[in-house]
């Protein structure tokens, strides 16, 4: 996907602007920032959801349009209501699509032999018949991670995915995503507030805060100097047995520098 001049405004308030971007075939890039800085904006722009306010957007050489099937997302986490009339594996299954993998070219066999693949690779084999609203939120997570990959996309945008997956899911489902790179040459685009748990996978850093951004692989991010600019605040970044530790960023920055005085 890529981006030219890319800028958006709602009203007098800038998330972002003048930001060029390319995410190559097998790119992982995480996208970072406070609050209300933009990422998951970014993310409706790029599924042809949200028009830019200047510049271009491009997914595989065409400009973003609604229901591309080239794009596979993990949306946000939200809970299904009790009473949702599907299973776990009907959830699975609205992911693939009928045309590529669907009774007509493969049997139905061939689309439950690829659900259940899918449902083993996030660890949700067990649950997979019980009513999707009576799962916890991060079983319900792993559904929506199985029925984003199902599709095999060339893009793979991701909003917070490990949001309330314990730690061992939150591996097993980064490692699944990152293979999607590695395997089948898969852009991905992870919006995060924590980069910890991806951070041996991440090839490049998207950091959004305050109207301003920085693009880098995380070494050249996540400095004590590139964050205390962005955030117009002095921050320190320590690195301690492979972790990163950011320590000193101020309650509700989002728009202080993204107010247009005029
Ligand atoms: N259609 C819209 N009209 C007006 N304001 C909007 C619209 N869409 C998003 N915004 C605003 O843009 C800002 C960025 O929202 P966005 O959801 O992209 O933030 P985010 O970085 O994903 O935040 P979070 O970390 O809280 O998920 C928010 O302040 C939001 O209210």
């Not at 596979?72 to 776990?88: E, H, K, N, V, Y």
């Not at 898969?186 to 301003?212: C, K, M, S, W």
Request: proline content about 6%.
């Amino acid at each position: 996907m890529r981006l030219r001049g890319a800028g958006l405004r709602f009203g007098p308030r800038r998330l972002w602007e003048g930001l060029d971007l390319d995410v190559a075939p097998g790119e992982f890039l995480a996208v970072l920032g406070p609050n209300g800085s933009g990422k998951t904006t970014l993310l409706r722009v790029l599924l042809g959801l949200q028009g830019l306010s200047e510049g271009t957007v491009e997914v595989a050489g065409r400009p973003a349009t609604r229901g591309s099937r080239l794009i596979g997302t993990i949306p946000q986490q939200t809970s299904f209501p009790a009473d949702t009339p599907l299973r776990g594996r009907d959830l699975v299954a609205l992911g693939i699509d009928g045309h590529r993998w669907g009774p007509r070219i493969f049997g139905r066999k061939a689309v439950d032999a690829r659900v259940d693949q899918l449902l083993d690779k996030v660890g949700a084999s067990d649950y997979a018949d019980r009513p999707v609203g009576t799962l916890s939120g991060g079983e319900q997570q792993r559904l929506r991670a199985a029925q984003a990959l199902a599709d095999d996309p060339r893009l793979l945008l991701c909003d917070e995915p490990l949001l309330s997956l314990d730690m061992h899911h939150q591996q097993g489902v980064s490692a699944l995503i990152h293979r999607q790179t590695e395997e089948r040459d898969a852009a991905v685009v992870f919006v995060t507030h924590e980069i910890n748990p991806i951070l041996q996978y991440v090839d490049r850093v998207l950091y959004l805060a305050g109207g301003r951004f920085h693009i880098g692989t995380p070494r050249e991010v996540m400095t004590g100097e590139v964050l205390s600019e962005l955030y117009g605040s002095p921050i320190e970044v320590f690195n301690s047995n492979g972790r990163i530790v950011v320590v000193g960023i101020p309650d509700a920055v989002a728009h202080h520098h993204g107010e247009d005085k005029g």
